[in-house]
């Protein structure tokens, strides 16, 4: 089993991801509504996990976060 992690975290797209929702003014379970209408089946717990980091995102989940949420995917990676 492979095990993915980057300085101690498994994504590094979480607190954007959390600072993009609350600038939205979104709560975490609807986020994760809006992700499920986009198709991504996943909980509110998933969406604080991935938030703090213990959750892995993978590049179709990145899309769908950066449609939802009106961010680049650039922002989300912390390139910007």
């Known amino acids: 089993m492979k095990i993915y992690d980057f300085n101690g975290s498994k994504n590094i797209c ?3 991801v959390k600072e993009a929702r609350k600038r939205l003014k979104l709560s975490q379970e609807d986020l ?7 198709g991504v089946i996943i909980e509110r717990d998933s969406v604080s996990r991935i938030e703090i980091g213990t959750r892995f995102v993978a590049d179709y989940e990145l ?18």
């Open 63 to 80: 899309l769908t976060l950066c449609r939802v949420l009106n961010v680049t995917p650039s922002y989300l990676l912390g390139l910007e």
């Open 14 to 16: 979480g607190a954007r």
């Open 32 to 38: 994760a509504a809006k992700l499920q209408i986009e």
